[in-house]
């Protein structure tokens, strides 16, 4: 059982910041309230489990909402100067949030409609545009779809905007550095999920990393084996035989860190 001193102490850091992670708790919460490390000592819980377990906002949750208005209004300033509203004109001002940060949060044509301005016909100023714009979407959606799909999904650069600029589907999946299957599979490709990074590949299990960044992490952890705590370690000892040394396990003994 969580100390309701404590909970109160989240809400009320919620309530002047606007959301709680271990970073801001560690630095605001005063002397008489237990640290992020000593708390996973005495609850066996991370704080980010109690954060979650109190419903108490992150700062990604926090943000999309505190976005949100700053888009509508971009929008209209950006209309206001144009007349009309481009993907591209968006991020030639650039304006934050971006355009792709938009796009994955709400819906382009959400905000768009929200801020009651008219998006130009052509939402691409280039072959390049619609190129990037693709890619980034690929690694949104986190996995290789067929044209067929595609299409069912209602993504956007749409196939008919890629037949415009004179691509196929493959045409485009390959120039924004994706390959599309040849023959029907059983299991889908997937977009690595670290940030910034596009690699395709064929999982075996149900990984989300590919294998340079998953390497990459596992040297990082490491690393950080170094001064870790004899408790710690024999929690992640045990998780490792009872879980086995599957990717996400990793992945979450790395985050939970
Ligand atoms: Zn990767």
Redesign the pocket.
């Known amino acids: 059982m969580i100390d309701n001193k404590l909970k109160t102490k989240l809400k009320q850091l919620e309530e002047e910041y606007g959301y709680v992670n271990v970073e801001l708790y560690d630095s605001k919460r005063g002397t008489e309230y237990p640290s992020s490390t000593t708390i996973k000592k005495m609850y066996g819980l991370s704080l980010l489990d109690i954060l979650k377990d109190q419903k108490i906002k992150s700062k990604d949750e926090y943000l999309i909402i505190k976005n949100r208005p700053v888009s509508i209004s971009n929008m209209k300033l950006l209309y206001l100067e144009h007349g009309e509203i481009s993907k591209s004109l968006y991020s030639e001002a650039k304006l934050l949030p971006s355009s792709e940060y938009i796009t994955k949060h709400y819906g382009w044509e959400n905000i768009a409609k929200e801020a009651n301005v008219k998006l130009a016909n052509a939402q691409y100023n280039s072959k390049e545009d619609v190129i990037k714009e693709l890619k980034i979407i690929i690694k949104e959606l986190g996995y290789i779809p067929t044209s067929k799909e595609y299409e069912s999904l209602r993504l956007k650069p749409s196939q008919e905007t890629l037949r415009k600029y004179g691509f196929t589907f493959s045409e485009a999946m390959r120039k924004s550095g994706y390959r599309t299957y040849n023959k029907s599979v059983t299991i889908k490709d997937k977009v690595?999920?670290?940030k910034d990074?596009?690699?395709q590949?064929t999982p075996t299990e149900d990984e989300i990393?590919?294998e340079?960044?998953?390497k990459e992490l596992r040297s990082r952890l490491i690393k950080e084996i170094e001064g870790m705590s004899p408790q710690r370690l024999k929690e992640i000892c045990q998780r490792l035989i009872y879980a086995g040394n599957k990717q996400n396990t990793i992945l979450d003994i790395f985050n939970n860190m």
């Open positions: 690595c999920s670290n990074c596009y690699r590949f990393y590919c340079p960044c998953f």
